[in-house]
């Protein structure tokens, strides 16, 4: 995946911008579809300070437009936002959708009566590229996520379980149901990411078979019904 990254920048000219709208625009018709309607629902989303994140951010975003009460939970610090998904969240903050850091501005009894109010949690802490388990404040949101009871939709992989082995770690969010961006990792598809992971759906982000035959991977386009495959 990070190869795949690399060329949809450096050589096919597919911006970091484009794909976090792409998966953050299906992972919002996926929230829709999982509460069968919009309005009237709560939806708390828990961003991690990169691509991600902003994913979860833009996600946010079109629920927001769709009249669902959305806040915005962020692991960090706005300052340590990859720039991208900072934009993103300079957007929400001028829809004056709710957004808020964990640890500096929610007390635990606070950040727990939210999640656990909330008809759903949408997971955007980590992704692929996380190294090791989860750490310091994005830990400890995932850990107050798993205890509160509410529904999970984790955009690429549930924040903890290893991409590449489905490990978990102690602190894992075990998802209702996961949006993975591309292609699947390859942890999901073993025993314990599949329990983890919930319903994996794949979503399409726009990237051409000829990218993926430049990585040297076949590549049966399975978007051709529409933009998120159901994985069974």
Not at 123 to 151: F, K, Q
Request: hydrophobic share 45%; net charge negative; proline share 5%.
């Amino acid at each position: 995946m990070r190869e795949i990254d690399r060329l949809a920048e450096e050589d096919f000219g597919i911006s970091l911008a484009q794909m976090m709208e792409l998966a953050g625009a299906g992972l919002a018709r996926l929230a829709a579809e999982a509460m069968g309607r919009t309005t009237g629902k709560r939806v708390t989303v828990l961003s991690g300070a990169g691509n991600n994140g902003g994913g979860g951010l833009v996600a946010a975003r079109h629920l927001a437009n769709r009249g669902t009460e959305v806040h915005v939970v962020l692991a960090q610090p706005v300052g340590r936002l990859h720039v991208a998904a900072r934009e993103r969240l300079l957007t929400l903050i001028e829809m004056d959708v709710p957004c808020c850091v964990a640890a500096w501005d929610l007390g635990a009894g606070e950040l727990e009566a939210l999640l656990a109010d909330s008809d759903l949690l949408i997971d955007a802490l980590l992704g692929y590229s996380a190294d090791g388990p989860p750490r310091g404040p994005v830990r400890d949101l995932g850990e107050r996520a798993a205890g509160s009871g509410t529904s999970v939709l984790s955009l690429d992989l549930p924040c903890g379980m290893d991409p590449d082995t489905g490990a978990v770690d102690d602190a894992a969010l075990r998802a209702t149901s996961t949006m993975t961006i591309a292609l699947p990792k390859r942890g999901q598809l073993t025993a314990s990411g599949r329990r983890q992971s919930g319903d994996l759906y794949l979503a399409d982000i726009g990237l051409p078979p000829a990218l993926y035959a430049r990585a040297g991977l076949y590549f049966a386009d399975p978007f051709l019904a529409g933009p998120l495959v159901h994985l069974d």
